[in-house]
């Protein structure tokens, strides 16, 4: 049988034997009102499994190393901005907990300061 011939056989096949098993029904059972030879359908749930079981395994073998282009690929890396500098604010220092993120410049005061890690400190 070519190629192509048994694909389409599994294919069938396939399709019956998920008929029998969405009928409820016991496999004999089903056969005898299917008027299929129940050899028949055993041979071919057999080679469902099989060709099943095959393509899952083979699915999961590792790619050996030698099987793998080598070789370099330039990865861009974005550039990352915050929402404080892309507002042209360029802080000396950045606090950022959670989602909350906080810049500051050199002439803060401590006042100020301690104010704003209350504020953080409550909207957490």
Not at 55 to 83: D, H, M, N, W, Y
């Amino acid at each position: 049988m070519d190629q192509l011939s048994h694909e389409v056989r599994l294919k069938q096949w396939h399709e019956i034997i998920q008929n029998q098993l969405a009928s409820g029904q016991s496999k004999r059972e089903w056969c005898r009102e299917n008027a299929i030879p129940e050899k028949q359908f055993f041979y071919w749930q057999r080679r469902v499994r099989k060709e099943i079981y095959d393509a899952q395994t083979q699915a999961l073998e590792p790619v050996k190393a030698s099987a793998l282009a080598t070789g370099f690929v330039e990865v861009p890396i974005a550039e990352r901005t915050s929402p404080i500098t892309a507002m042209g604010f360029h802080p000396e220092a950045v606090i950022a907990v959670g989602n909350v993120t906080v810049g500051v410049t050199e002439g803060i005061s401590e006042d100020l300061l301690m104010r704003i890690g209350k504020m953080i400190r409550h909207a957490l």
